[in-house]
């Protein structure tokens, strides 16, 4: 019967609307969200999806409340079930307990659309089919199954096989053997992976992030628009990876929603991802959810759910139950881990046990073991110096072949940890900022990269590059400072941004919802000339439009600044990269030999969590393990009403 269908789905050519009985052809816009175990972190319970939908849908004249329904994830080769079932294939596995029923009867009640959709991996697709709508096909608001093509027939990574015109047809005919109503919506962001003709019961949806604007999302859209007309498609937004733009729009659902709308004329769906549902549509107090914070000035989208108080560790040996339970006790929401620490066993499983957020730290462009191996790697400074100062030592930050190599490695970690988030250390120009004190002379700071090949780039850039010596640092470095002074800044600038996009597309299109916390230099706008730009490369606008946090590292008593400077840094990094800014403080004495107070501590931590902090970062466990009277003023300060 189902093989009949499939020949009779084929036989009826490709058209918009045939043997939908008119379905198609009354498409009313659905709006409302993605929905996934995993995605939103916390799940605020049925009655909070319902709202969402709502909400969503009366952005749009006319829209439904709709809803993409994930009811099984990618497990192993396969796939996992949310409900319990018996399948015959080794592939599909089950859960013992029904993690949708309670959603859809809601959704029956108020007239929702529900797709449900599944991640198959190598699983059979229609065994899946009817396992899932022989449970829930009985309901009303279900109109269809979907398929995440990323995930048909691929396990490693999101890119799935190309659908055939006769492997949708037979799909579509197995869904409406249990209703004839019934459509197949396939997901991917390439065309060329779903049925090149077939388009009679099809919705195709688009998931493409990763994108820098607003402009380029609805282009890219557009396209996608064109390329199945006149069937419908639809849409997932909201992506953290693009939310350094859209965190800046009045209402990022409504005015990313009107202008798909204005632009694809054959859009039927829009879709809200779960991965910052959150944030946008703040649980209320009756889920029990602390809604987020504005840590932004400029904007009211916090990428976090709760204030972030953090801790960084680079190694332990003790007993990691003992650890988490002390973080738990003291208040800690988040831990920021070297890589080995992260990779240590049983580690991320207590911290997901626990519901302390994991961030992998990854320095960039601190490369000693590369240095060591090939010295011709080293940035030079314009005195013609490998870039290197104490421990401080830096990879040049131009070479194409280096920084492909660094992207690969935290594509690597993230896909073998699947941290909560990268934090990205060394992500700038050479500088040993440690021993910068507040009177040093801004023109003896030491400035790079004057290598022959970074040199060579930037001549690229200038009209009047003739005279550019690009083989001596000195002579090049005198040159710049006559004749391209603001030229050099903006080109190291661009250099370090560029780097820090390269880093975060790649890993955020392996793990989508990762989220990635840049550190940057504690110097304001100001200080030391304009050494932030001048000097570390950090363009804190650039950057804050690509990174979820920037996270200055405001180590007030070894740079012989008081505690109140911490709060006036925060302030000026928020303005600058309009970002939410995370920072960092440290907790014992570093580079000097005067002690650091538990009073001072204290003045500088309450400076840190001064608006417009996300929250703050204390530099580092060891420091507030081996000294009670700093642990104990720490969980006052936390544990206080805010």
């Excluded at 499939?6 to 993605?34: H, I, K, M, N, Y």
């Excluded at 601190?366 to 080293?378: I, K, N, T």
């Excluded at 993230?414 to 941290?419: G, I, K, T």
């Excluded at 950057?543 to 012989?560: E, F, N, Q, T, V």
Aim: net charge negative; proline share 9%; with cysteine.
């Amino acid at each position: 019967m189902v093989a009949a269908l499939a020949a009779a789905v084929l036989a009826s050519g490709c058209g918009p609307t045939g043997g939908d009985g008119g379905q198609e052809a009354e498409r009313w816009v659905g709006a409302g969200f993605r929905f996934s175990a995993y995605g939103p972190g916390r799940d605020p319970g049925a009655e909070y999806w319902l709202r969402v939908g709502q909400e969503m849908a009366a952005r749009f004249d006319g829209a439904v409340p709709e809803t993409i329904w994930i009811v099984s994830r990618l497990h192993g080769d396969g796939t996992e079930l949310n409900f319990p079932a018996q399948p015959a294939s080794p592939l599909i596995t089950a859960a013992q307990d029904d993690h949708n029923q309670a959603a859809l009867e809601l959704f029956d009640r108020h007239g929702f659309r529900v797709w449900l959709q599944v991640e198959p991996g190598h699983a059979p697709v229609e065994e899946l089919i009817h396992l899932v709508l022989e449970r829930y096909g009985s309901h009303p608001s279900v109109v269809g199954f979907g398929i995440d093509v990323e995930w048909y027939q691929s396990t490693e990574r999101p890119e799935g096989k190309p659908v055939t015109d006769a492997e949708a047809a037979a799909w579509l005919a197995a869904i409406r053997s249990h209703d004839p109503s019934y459509r197949l919506f396939l997901k991917h962001w390439e065309a060329t992976k779903l049925p090149p003709t077939l388009r009679d019961g099809l919705l195709f949806i688009d998931d493409s992030q990763i994108l820098p604007s607003l402009d380029a999302m609805v282009a890219e859209f557009a396209e996608w628009g064109r390329s199945f007309a006149p069937a419908p498609v639809a849409f997932q937004f909201g992506y953290p990876s693009d939310r350094p733009w859209w965190r800046q729009l009045a209402d990022p659902p409504r005015d990313i929603g009107q202008a798909i709308l204005a632009a694809v004329p054959n859009a039927a769906g829009l879709y809200w991802v779960d991965f910052t549902v959150l944030d946008v549509f703040p649980p209320g107090p009756e889920t029990g959810f602390v809604p987020p914070g504005a840590a932004s000035p400029a904007n009211g989208y916090d990428p976090t759910p709760r204030p972030i108080v953090g801790v960084k560790i680079y190694d332990f040996e003790g007993d990691l139950g003992t650890l988490f339970a002390e973080w738990k006790e003291l208040g800690i929401t988040t831990v920021f881990a070297s890589v080995e620490l992260a990779a240590r066993e049983g580690f991320r499983e207590l911290a997901k046990s626990a519901g302390i957020e994991l961030y992998v730290i990854f320095p960039v462009l601190y490369a000693p073991e590369e240095l060591a191996e090939d010295p011709g790697l080293y940035a030079v400074t314009a005195d013609g110096r490998p870039a290197k100062d104490d421990w401080v030592q830096f990879a040049c930050p131009s070479r194409e072949e280096f920084r492909q190599r660094r992207a690969d490695q935290a594509v690597e970690l993230v896909r073998r940890l699947r941290p909560d988030g990268l934090s990205l250390d060394f992500i700038r120009h050479f500088v040993f900022w440690e021993m910068v004190a507040p009177d040093d002379d801004p023109a003896g700071l030491p400035d790079a990269c004057y290598c022959p090949h970074c040199l060579r780039r930037f001549a690229a850039t200038l009209d009047r590059a003739s005279g550019l010596p690009v083989d001596d640092p000195a002579a090049a470095a005198a040159w710049i400072r006559a004749n391209a002074a603001e030229e050099w800044i903006r080109f190291k600038q661009e250099t370090i941004s560029a780097l820090a996009w390269q880093i975060i597309q790649a890993t955020k299109a392996v793990r989508s919802h990762l989220r990635v916390n840049l550190h940057v230099v504690p110097w304001r706008t100001g200080d030391f000339d304009g050494a932030i730009g001048r000097i570390a490369g950090q363009d804190r606008a650039a950057l804050g439009r690509i990174a979820d946090y920037l996270s200055p590292m405001c180590y007030s008593h070894m740079l012989y600044r008081p505690p109140e400077w911490i709060a006036s840094v925060v302030r000026d990094v928020a303005e600058a990269g309009d970002c939410p800014v995370l920072p960092s403080i440290q907790v014992a004495p570093a580079y000097r030999e005067e002690t650091l107070s538990v009073e001072e501590l204290e003045a500088c931590l309450r400076a840190a969590l001064e608006p417009p902090s996300a929250g703050v970062v204390f530099w580092e466990w060891d420091a507030i393990a081996t000294d009670p009277d700093k642990a104990a003023v720490i969980r006052k300060v936390l544990h206080e009403p805010r």
